[in-house]
């Protein structure tokens, strides 16, 4: 699987596992699988497979 552009050696995936490995805030993030959007409600239950791509973009506010 590829995530962020990172290439990982894993037949799977918790994506909340990963999330919370990289101290990432569920609120402030968007994935995109494959090519299309993710909605929140499905990133508890979400598996990432070894053919995946996936994006995960991270808000941040500022001004």
Same mark, same amino acid.
Request: proline share 2%; no cysteine.
């Given at each position: 699987?590829?995530?962020?552009? *990172?290439?990982?050696?894993?037949? *799977?995936? $918790? ?6 490995? $990289? +101290? ?7 994935? %995109?699988?494959? +090519? ?5 409600? *499905? =990133? %508890? ?9 996936? %994006?995960?973009?991270? =808000?941040?506010?500022? +001004?």
């Amino acid at each position: 699987m590829i995530i962020n552009g *990172e290439k990982l050696d894993l037949k *799977e995936l $918790k994506l909340m596992d990963y999330v919370r490995q $990289k +101290g990432l805030r569920v609120d402030l993030i968007a994935l %995109e699988l494959n +090519g299309k959007i993710v909605p929140k409600s *499905e =990133f %508890e239950t979400l598996i990432l497979r070894q053919d995946d791509r996936a %994006e995960i973009v991270s =808000f941040v506010g500022g +001004g």
